[in-house]
């Protein structure tokens, strides 16, 4: 069984910085790609960073310049710092990854995690 696990929101200034975690555990081959969704009250759920083969990756414009995605490979895990933060950052962050299991892969979501931007 494969999970995913998040960790780090919460509540912080604008233009203050966070850091979120997200954990792949069981059994799978490879991640073909790994990243953060995020979806705020009202509004559909989007693309935050992704990294893909554990090299390339890309950004919402949103966030460029102020977001990082990375990724430790010997630990499953992947990352978003995000600084300089602003209150329509503000949303449930959803971890993402699309895992490699025998021949075929598949989309795995993490619980999501609560990131509030405000004074």
């Known amino acids: 069984q494969v999970q995913l696990v998040e960790s780090g929101g919460g509540l912080v200034q604008p233009g203050g910085s966070l850091r979120l975690s997200c954990a792949a555990s069981?059994?799978?081959?490879?991640?073909?790609?790994m990243g953060w969704y995020r979806q705020a009250p009202g509004k559909e759920r989007e693309l935050v960073a992704r990294?893909?083969?554990?090299?390339?990756?890309n950004y919402v414009d949103s966030v460029k310049g102020r977001f990082t995605v990375s990724r430790d490979n010997a630990k499953n895990t992947v990352y978003l710092q995000m600084n300089s933060l602003k209150p329509e950052d503000t949303a449930v962050y959803y971890c993402?990854?699309?895992?490699?299991?025998?021949?075929?892969?598949?989309?795995?979501w993490g619980q999501g995690t609560q990131v509030t931007v405000s004074s």
């Open positions: 990294i893909i083969n554990g090299a390339w990756t």
């Open positions: 993402y990854a699309n895992l490699k299991i025998g021949p075929v892969a598949n989309d795995y």
């Open positions: 069981g059994s799978f081959f490879s991640a073909n790609a």
